[in-house]
């Protein structure tokens, strides 16, 4: 099984200068790593817990969630008003056991047409709590949080409460969720505890090394829990693996790929992404953005390669296609890049986002090669999150927001400009830039 991740995200033309940096501000005190949080399972055993949203397909959302008791309908009441449901729709459940223990029954309904814009109130399995949940709009403007390597400790909860205190539409995940890593009732704590954000907003979310949970021989297939728990809209776009997939909304085309899964030319994956490719029209959706899990550009000592047969196999088709931004996780620190294409400054590639500091157990990767890369326009190894807003067509705005405890200070920030406006990309006789 092959590694990394492929890019697709939003398009940049750098009119805000940022820090001339290639690391932190001197007067921050980072802070150390934190506990783990376990966050425990309160209500009856036929209640919905680990309820969780995510877009699937035009006007629709699936409905993800898990009981104790078998015997729990997979239906979701829902209405624009609370405890008022006009609508309901039933779904798929599914279990799966692992060594010796079986989690509770995943149900997934999937319900629509829903209006954009809108606050749902809703029901799950026809008892219990009702929740709410806000549907993206249908237009710009559209803000989504982005985090990489959540994972589920304290400085998790910290990220959390910093995405949560201010508004977004989408919360975009590049996969290491709950690193679980074979004990499954750390999936169940991790999605008690991203429930109160889960539920409100859609969680678009890929694979990371920490969901692959294989073992050769005893566990030849890996995803057990991920698959079974968080899935995807792959159907919906035309991906045969719930690792692999793509979403629109609001003007944006997003790429979600598998870095573990198989990605070179004669891959299934590598097929579904060039027909997906094939399909977009800039000028309804002006903005491509990818997600992956391993980095294909990386100036941190950690993770040095890994994403490198990745890249090879399938950098040119992203840029081809002029694919925006690119965000990938993985490496515990944050990292942003000038537009690139193979390894040189090109305007007309991807700018290359590390994000994978959302507040993991394994702590952070503190050390960057020197001297730095000149395409390496700003890197720090703290905790944080990104909100990336798309203004209109044209531009968009990426800001980082570092965690510092009560506070989500904003460390890194970028005006960028969508390459469906720069007549240049477009023109195949452009060469590329020369390797800085």
């Keep these: 099984m092959d590694k990394k991740l492929l890019a697709l995200v939003l398009a940049s033309f750098l009119f805000v200068n940022t820090p001339d940096s290639h690391a932190a501000s001197n007067d921050y005190i980072r802070k150390p790593t934190r506990p783990l949080v376990a966050t425990p399972h309160q209500r009856s055993k036929s209640d919905p817990q680990q309820v969780h949203v995510s877009l699937a397909g035009k006007d629709h959302m699936r409905i993800s969630w898990v009981t104790d008791d078998k015997n729990v309908e997979s239906k979701v009441e829902y209405g624009k008003q609370p405890a008022k449901y ?136 890996g995803f057990k829990a991920y698959n079974a ?39 299934a994956q590598y097929g579904w992404l060039v027909e997906d490719l094939a399909k977009v029209d800039r000028k309804k959706t002006p903005w491509v953005v990818a997600l992956l899990h391993a980095p294909w550009y990386n100036t941190n000592s950690a993770h040095q390669g890994e994403g490198e047969s990745m890249r090879k196999a399938m950098e040119e088709v992203l840029y081809k296609a002029r694919v925006d931004v690119v965000f990938a996780g993985h490496v515990h620190a944050y990292e942003r890049f000038t537009r690139i294409y193979d390894k040189k400054a090109d305007p007309c590639g991807p700018v290359y986002i590390t994000i994978g500091d959302g507040g993991n157990r394994e702590g952070l990767a503190m050390k960057f090669k020197e001297p730095g890369s000149p395409l390496s326009l700003y890197r720090e190894p703290s905790f944080g999150h990104g909100r990336l807003r798309m203004l209109d067509e044209t531009r968009a705005h990426w800001s980082w927001h570092r965690n510092n405890d009560t506070d989500a200070y904003v460390a890194d920030e970028v005006w960028l400009e969508s390459l469906s406006t720069n007549a240049a990309c477009w023109d195949t006789t452009t060469p590329n830039k020369d390797e800085l």
């Design 86 to 221: 006009n609508a309901v729709a039933t779904g798929e459940n599914t279990e799966y056991e692992f060594f010796f223990y079986t989690p509770g029954t995943m149900h997934h309904v999937k319900i629509g047409p829903l209006e954009p814009a809108t606050t749902y109130y809703y029901r799950c399995g026809g008892q219990g709590p009702e929740f709410s949940f806000k549907t993206p709009p249908a237009t710009f403007p559209i803000e989504f949080a982005v985090v990489g390597d959540l994972g589920q400790t304290e400085w998790t909860v910290s990220t959390l409460a910093h995405v949560g205190s201010e508004d977004y539409d989408v919360f975009l995940l590049p996969g290491d969720l709950s690193y679980a890593d074979f004990q499954q009732p750390r999936w169940d704590s991790f999605g008690r505890l991203v429930e109160p954000y889960a539920s409100r907003r859609p969680w678009m979310v890929t694979e990371g090394n920490h969901e692959v949970e294989m073992i050769p021989i005893i566990l030849p297939h």
């Design 229 to 267: 728990r968080w899935k995807m809209p792959f159907e919906e776009s035309g991906s045969t693996s719930n690792l692999y997939y793509s979403f629109d909304v609001a003007g944006i085309h997003i790429l979600m790929l598998g870095s573990y899964a198989d990605f070179d030319h004669d891959s």
